[in-house]
């Protein structure tokens, strides 16, 4: 099955959801505090604890926003993702 986390960033917050097969598992969210590389792998680490999925298991990382892509924390789960779907690849 089909696993993928999903990022949604607002200006007052995220959300990041584990799919499987496209239906919603589990989510994380936190509020706007201009630490989301510390918020997004506190969740990574959550919903993967709490799922029993391993990180080879989760294919995909996708990101929605309505939000520049100039602000930080954009640019921060970006390059989580980008490493992600890298890492995964290579194993």
Not at 38 to 43: M, P, S
Not at 57 to 71: A, L, R, Y
């Amino acid at each position: 099955m089909e696993r993928a986390f999903r990022l949604e960033i607002g200006r007052e917050g995220s959300r990041l959801t584990l799919l499987e097969g496209g239906e919603p598992v589990s989510s994380r969210e936190w509020p706007e505090a201009r630490d989301m590389g510390h918020q997004l792998f506190e969740a990574i680490d959550g919903l993967l604890g709490e799922s029993g999925v391993t990180p080879t298991d989760v294919t995909h990382f996708d990101i929605e926003t309505d939000i520049p892509e100039s602000f930080t924390s954009v640019r921060i789960a970006e390059s989580v993702a980008k490493a992600w779907e890298y890492g995964v690849k290579e194993n």
